[in-house]
């Protein structure tokens, strides 16, 4: 897998690269949304962990900015925050990302939602 993480706390990336890097991933951290968007139009991500409240641009603008780009699979997209509420996790669910995580975010639970999207995308294509 190749995950980007957009997250401006230094400390929060840095562990969850560590923990996706120990299951053999690929990770590239990212510190503000500006970056983040200049990397989705050049790379391809399987998965990109961004935080809701980033500098330049937040995690919505790039959420948008993927979900405009035409994939064979979509990457799975996740808005990482400290908003914990239902409104705020129902209003980035309809703009399209496939997760929603409040911080401190747990890592292992972030993976069991990228690998079920992976699962369920490889059972809707062998329909």
Do not use: H
Not at 69 to 96: F, H, M, N, R
Not at 108 to 120: G, P, Q
């Amino acid at each position: 897998m190749r995950i980007l993480i957009a997250e401006d706390n230094p400390v929060t990336a840095t562990y969850i690269r560590t923990v996706f890097e120990r299951k053999g991933w690929l990770v590239d951290v990212v510190l503000d949304g500006a970056r983040a968007i200049e990397q989705v139009e050049k790379e391809r991500y399987d998965a990109v962990l961004v935080d809701w409240i980033l500098p330049r641009y937040d995690g919505i603008d790039v959420l948008r900015t993927i979900r405009q780009q035409q994939y064979e699979i979509p990457p799975y997209v996740a808005i990482v925050t400290v908003v914990d509420s239902l409104p705020a996790k129902q209003y980035c669910l309809a703009c399209g990302a496939n997760g929603y995580f409040t911080k401190p975010i747990d890592p292992e639970a972030v993976i069991a939602s990228i690998e079920e999207y992976y699962r369920n995308v490889r059972n809707v294509a062998q329909q």
